[in-house]
């Protein structure tokens, strides 16, 4: 994805408002990157951005909704998914120096959205990247009722019924079927 680098000293305390765009062609890249997805875009989509300075602190804001298809976990089946995104991120400058950390350490929600950038810019494009893999499901399902696919055949049960033999219980799980509720 192309950066979309902002330069420290024009962002303002007072705010700026902007909105960006993404292409479909933008979009899968996203989707298709190191980790691909089962998502691809339907549509270019603006984001919305709102980035003010609080300090040494750089407050990101964002928001949009993007046209997606998506493949049901279930039947497999492609459906469109209309994904809201909306995020807010407090870029801090990195430490100089991190001593060694614990093993374990928790985490405050603040503290989860608190991105540490260098330099005298911010990679936006980066950022909003990682949040709009963030926001996607990692299971998407074309409907709440979606019965998926038969699991002897193969077939889509949302669209045909099965004309396998019903399923043969495991004889040790037999005797559970006495069991009354």
Do not use: H, W
């Not at 549509?43 to 298809?69: C, F, H, Q, W």
């Not at 019924?161 to 019903?166: A, G, K, L």
């Amino acid at each position: 994805m192309k950066k979309m680098l902002v330069k420290l000293n024009e962002i303002s305390e007072s705010g700026s408002e902007s909105e960006r765009e993404f292409s479909s062609e933008d979009l899968n890249e996203i989707f298709s990157g190191d980790m691909p997805t089962r998502f691809s875009a339907r549509a270019s989509v603006k984001v919305r951005t709102v980035m003010y300075r609080a300090g040494l602190d750089v407050v990101v804001e964002a928001e949009g909704n993007l046209p997606l298809i998506a493949g049901c976990s279930s039947c497999l089946q492609d459906f469109d998914l209309d994904m809201p995104v909306s995020f807010r991120m407090t870029l801090q400058p990195a430490p100089a120096q991190v001593g060694e950390l614990p093993e374990e350490m928790g985490l405050s929600e603040e503290e989860v959205r608190r991105v540490y950038y260098t330099g005298n810019s911010i990679d936006l494009g980066n950022l909003l990247r990682e949040q709009i893999l963030l926001s996607v499901p990692m299971f998407p399902r074309c409907a709440k009722d979606c019965k998926g696919l038969c699991s002897s055949c193969g077939c889509n049960l949302n669209l045909e019924t099965c004309t396998c033999e019903s399923r043969v219980v495991d004889p040790r799980f037999a005797v559970l079927k006495n069991l009354k509720a």
